[in-house]
């Protein structure tokens, strides 16, 4: 009898190996071995030179599991001994070999990212200051000669693989040499890729090393680099690298004063608020942003030039395609508004028409969402006894219609806050919609609960005057109040409080108490909390209200 063939299982079907687990047959183990040999017993020009060459082609390949294994084989330490040897010659000649070799570092730190790391780790505090003093042969050679640009390059691709690992950057941060020579690298002559390069390290450098951003802003000719290289270098790649790294120095609140303070640095970022690239544009709008976070910087933002950068926002936010874009300038406008600079924004011209469009609309939800939030803000810190206070209320509660939970948020609060100045309420409450727009807040299920204790705490306010509460006795008033007021989840206690309290002060005019006792629920959430308010002194005028309006019946 045949024994019977089982099924294939393709799942135990052997896979390509994972980075992590792949292994050199013995033949290649060999010639790595013997490659590493000749690296480590070259005496003679000639013998490194034949070394560098065998490895140079053996390592020049795209197969970041091959690198891995050459990092972790003991290569990376006797490049090192060579260059260490072939720098102190400090002989013009040996040029060459200063390029071969680093040509073979970049190579094999083409590897995984987190091998490169650990071989840092390794070997960093001997490699880092070899591939400086490689960098400064090259500045200090008497004549430009064939090998320079490849050297640098190579330096500054090897330096970009490091600066990607965020415990690296920690360390390359504190190496004022190493700051030293990327400047010079961006300052200099040298081919657009070396520079581009050197400003990505700079750049991730400045990202992961968050402590020390300060300390770089401060570093010699630092901040006159990057201003240099925004305004004037004709590469895209280079200026947007420059803007993210002001980008992210403008995030550290120590460096936030020192940058608003820089009218220069002003400057360069309202320039490049226009630049080609989106990206630039985000990091320019970003950094105005970050700016604005200390409010102690708004008032000569909005001073700056005139007004220039309020206008250049402004501007963003109406003809820029990028939504993203759009919405980081909406969000600058509302971080630049504070008690002194209110009435500055809503009085320049064409900026509220700018932001009223951009709420209702723009195609992009986010944007609207960030204009209305930015005009509830400048509503929020108007001061209520000031003129034109009305119109602010009337754009509330028309963008109150069509909104978001967290929209509906910073409407509430920006209504509640207007109502809180009694001067304001009978004004108020002539306002077409305004009753409408509180009280759908005030019970719309995907409301949050600030939102319904604002909404809530406006109707109150409203209710407190005499003149207003006829008007409020309506259905749409009764209808929320008794809902909230029913609530049973401690988290609804607040807004619970204030419906009752609406309920309260309506019912004081005997005018109103016939319709209220009608109102479907509002006898008997009345007794209820009659009934559960042990001790409380509001215990006593819910049961007046209560014989009052049965009363009425």
């Given amino acids: 009898m045949t024994e019977k063939m089982a099924p294939v299982d393709h799942r135990s079907m052997q896979k390509r190996p994972r980075a992590e687990s792949m292994k050199l047959g013995s033949d290649q183990l060999r010639h790595l071995s013997s490659i590493i040999t000749d690296m480590n017993q070259a005496v003679t020009k000639e013998q490194r030179m034949i070394a560098i060459q065998n490895a140079k082609r053996a390592f020049n390949h795209d197969v970041p599991e091959l690198h891995n294994v050459e990092v972790e084989s003991g290569l990376i330490h006797a490049l090192c001994v060579q260059l260490g040897y072939v720098l102190n010659k400090q002989s013009g000649k040996h040029f060459s070999d200063i390029e071969g070799l680093c040509s073979i570092l970049q190579l094999v730190y083409c590897c995984k990212d987190s091998v490169r790391e650990s071989s840092f780790h390794d070997i960093g505090k001997e490699l880092l200051p070899l591939l400086l003093r490689s960098l400064e042969s090259c500045n200090h050679a008497a004549e430009e000669n064939e090998w320079c640009d490849s050297l640098v390059l190579n330096i500054s691709k090897i330096l970009r693989a490091f600066s990607r690992a965020h415990s690296v950057s920690l360390i390359m941060v504190q190496s004022r040499d190493l700051l030293k020579s990327l400047l010079t690298l961006i300052n200099g002559e040298r081919s657009t890729q070396t520079k581009i390069e050197a400003l990505s390290t700079m750049k991730n450098i400045t990202f992961y ?23 004037y270098d004709s590469d895209g790649e280079c200026r947007e690298c420059a803007s993210a790294m002001l980008r992210n120095i403008a995030f550290d609140n120590d460096a936030k004063i020192k940058m608003a303070q820089n009218g220069k640095l002003l400057n360069v970022v309202l320039k490049i608020s226009s630049d080609p690239s989106s990206k630039t544009k985000r990091n320019a709008v970003s950094i105005i942003a970050s700016l604005t976070m200390l409010n102690e910087n708004n008032f000569s933002f909005v001073n700056h030039s005139e007004g220039a950068i309020v206008d250049m926002l402004s501007g963003l936010i109406r003809i820029d395609d990028d939504s993203a874009i759009r919405k980081r300038a909406a969000r600058a406008l509302r971080c630049l508004c504070d008690d002194e600079t209110v009435e500055f924004l809503i009085n320049r011209i064409g900026l509220m028409i700018t932001l009223t469009n951009a709420a209702t609309n723009d195609s992009c939800q986010d944007v609207r969402a960030e204009a209305v939030k930015t005009l509830a803000t400048y509503s929020i810190k108007q001061p209520a006894c000031l003129g034109g206070s009305m119109k602010l209320v009337d754009l509330m509660v028309d963008l109150s219609k069509n909104t978001n939970p967290s929209c509906a948020q910073i409407i509430a609060e920006a209504l509640m806050k207007k109502a809180a100045f009694p001067a304001n309420r009978t004004l108020m409450i002539e306002r077409d919609g305004l009753i409408e727009a509180l009280t759908r807040i005030s019970y719309a299920n995907t409301s949050t609960v600030a939102a319904r204790e604002f909404s809530c705490c406006a109707l109150n306010d409203l209710s407190c005057e005499a003149k207003n509460r006829q008007k409020m006795t309506c259905t749409s008033v009764l209808t929320s109040m008794v809902k909230i007021a029913s609530f049973n989840d401690d988290a609804s206690l607040i807004a619970q409080e204030y419906a009752v309290k609406v ?11 016939k319709r209220m006792a009608s109102q479907k629920g509002l006898l008997s959430v009345l007794v209820q909390r009659a009934a559960s308010s042990n001790g409380n002194p509001a215990k006593d005028d819910v049961k007046q209200a209560v014989i009052n309006l049965v009363s009425a019946l």
């Fill in 209 to 231: 090393a968050e402590e020390y951003r300060s300390m770089i802003l401060d570093h010699s000719g630092f901040l006159d680099c990057l201003l240099h290289v925004c305004l």
């Fill in 503 to 513: 309920i309260l002060n309506l019912s004081a005019e005997a005018n109103n108490r």
